[in-house]
Protein backbone atom coordinates (compact mmCIF):
# COMPACT_ATOMS: atom_id res chain seq x y z
CA UNK A 1 0.00 0.00 0.00
CA UNK A 2 1.39 3.51 -0.92
CA UNK A 3 -0.15 6.60 -0.23
CA UNK A 4 0.75 9.94 -2.07
CA UNK A 5 -0.68 13.63 -0.35
CA UNK A 6 -0.61 16.21 -1.93
CA UNK A 7 -2.54 20.38 -2.05
CA UNK A 8 -0.32 21.36 0.80
CA UNK A 9 0.54 25.34 0.47
CA UNK A 10 0.60 28.63 1.39
CA UNK A 11 -2.50 30.53 2.70
CA UNK A 12 -3.51 33.42 4.36
CA UNK A 13 -5.16 33.13 7.72
CA UNK A 14 -9.03 32.32 7.38
CA UNK A 15 -8.69 30.45 3.76
CA UNK A 16 -9.10 27.38 2.38
CA UNK A 17 -7.31 24.07 1.58
CA UNK A 18 -8.22 21.02 0.41
CA UNK A 19 -5.81 18.05 0.50
CA UNK A 20 -5.79 14.89 -1.32
CA UNK A 21 -4.21 11.78 -0.64
CA UNK A 22 -4.25 8.66 -3.44
CA UNK A 23 -3.48 5.10 -2.10
CA UNK A 24 -2.33 2.23 -4.29
CA UNK A 25 -4.03 -1.34 -3.53
CA UNK A 26 -7.10 -3.05 -3.97
CA UNK A 27 -7.60 -3.30 -0.24
CA UNK A 28 -8.34 0.30 0.13
CA UNK A 29 -11.91 0.55 1.16
CA UNK A 30 -11.33 -1.60 4.03
CA UNK A 31 -8.43 0.29 5.93
CA UNK A 32 -9.49 3.28 8.57
CA UNK A 33 -8.31 6.53 6.67
CA UNK A 34 -6.41 9.59 8.97
CA UNK A 35 -4.29 12.45 8.25
CA UNK A 36 -2.18 13.95 11.25
CA UNK A 37 0.37 16.95 10.85
CA UNK A 38 3.47 17.78 12.57
CA UNK A 39 5.05 21.24 13.40
CA UNK A 40 8.55 21.48 13.69
CA UNK A 41 9.65 20.84 16.98
CA UNK A 42 6.58 19.25 18.01
CA UNK A 43 5.17 15.33 17.85
CA UNK A 44 2.73 14.28 15.45
CA UNK A 45 -0.69 15.10 16.61
CA UNK A 46 -4.12 13.33 15.61
CA UNK A 47 -6.22 15.47 12.85
CA UNK A 48 -8.89 13.38 11.86
CA UNK A 49 -9.78 9.49 10.66
CA UNK A 50 -12.85 7.95 8.80
CA UNK A 51 -14.08 4.29 8.72
CA UNK A 52 -13.49 2.29 5.84
CA UNK A 53 -17.46 3.04 4.87
CA UNK A 54 -17.26 6.51 5.72
CA UNK A 55 -19.76 5.52 8.64
CA UNK A 56 -18.38 7.18 11.16
CA UNK A 57 -15.50 10.28 11.74
CA UNK A 58 -13.88 12.07 14.51
CA UNK A 59 -11.84 14.90 15.29
CA UNK A 60 -9.17 16.91 17.04
CA UNK A 61 -10.63 19.02 18.99
CA UNK A 62 -8.26 21.69 17.56
CA UNK A 63 -9.96 21.11 14.29
CA UNK A 64 -13.78 20.00 14.77
CA UNK A 65 -15.82 22.74 12.77
CA UNK A 66 -13.01 23.92 11.06
CA UNK A 67 -12.08 20.42 8.85
CA UNK A 68 -13.79 17.99 7.16
CA UNK A 69 -12.54 14.64 6.15
CA UNK A 70 -14.12 12.60 3.30
CA UNK A 71 -13.48 9.32 1.05
CA UNK A 72 -13.97 8.20 -2.02
CA UNK A 73 -13.34 4.17 -2.35
CA UNK A 74 -14.14 4.43 -6.03
CA UNK A 75 -11.03 6.83 -6.89
CA UNK A 76 -8.60 5.12 -4.03
CA UNK A 77 -8.77 8.96 -2.52
CA UNK A 78 -9.31 10.51 0.84
CA UNK A 79 -9.60 14.03 1.32
CA UNK A 80 -9.14 16.76 4.53
CA UNK A 81 -11.15 19.80 3.59
CA UNK A 82 -9.43 22.95 5.61
CA UNK A 83 -11.80 25.98 6.32
CA UNK A 84 -10.92 28.99 8.26
CA UNK A 85 -7.49 28.70 8.61
CA UNK A 86 -5.05 29.51 11.41
CA UNK A 87 -1.65 30.28 11.86
CA UNK A 88 -1.22 27.52 14.61
CA UNK A 89 -2.84 25.10 11.40
CA UNK A 90 0.69 25.44 10.26
CA UNK A 91 2.56 21.62 10.02
CA UNK A 92 3.39 18.94 7.55
CA UNK A 93 0.19 16.95 6.92
CA UNK A 94 0.41 13.30 6.82
CA UNK A 95 -2.14 10.65 5.45
CA UNK A 96 -1.83 7.04 6.89
CA UNK A 97 -3.75 4.03 6.73
CA UNK A 98 -4.50 1.48 9.26
CA UNK A 99 -6.25 -2.31 9.54
CA UNK A 100 -9.21 -1.82 11.27
CA UNK A 101 -12.72 -0.21 11.92
CA UNK A 102 -11.71 2.89 13.54
CA UNK A 103 -8.33 4.29 14.68
CA UNK A 104 -7.06 7.49 16.49
CA UNK A 105 -3.76 6.26 17.41
CA UNK A 106 -0.70 6.56 15.16
CA UNK A 107 1.22 4.23 16.62
CA UNK A 108 -1.80 1.36 15.20
CA UNK A 109 -1.29 2.91 11.48
CA UNK A 110 0.36 0.39 9.26
CA UNK A 111 1.34 3.02 6.07
CA UNK A 112 1.89 6.20 6.02
CA UNK A 113 2.35 8.73 2.68
CA UNK A 114 4.93 11.72 2.86
CA UNK A 115 3.72 15.21 4.07
CA UNK A 116 2.58 17.70 2.42
CA UNK A 117 3.79 21.64 3.69
CA UNK A 118 0.84 23.50 5.01
CA UNK A 119 1.57 27.41 5.97
CA UNK A 120 -1.01 29.68 7.18
CA UNK A 121 -0.13 33.81 7.72
CA UNK A 122 -1.32 35.76 9.68
Known amino acids: VQLQASGGGLVQAGGSLRLSCAVSGRTFSTYCMGWFRQAPGKEREFVAA????????YYADSVKGRFTISRDNAKNTVYLQMNSLKPEDTAAYYC????????????????WGQGTQVTVSS
Open 96 to 111: AAARGYFRVDPSEYQY
Open 50 to 57: ITWNSGST
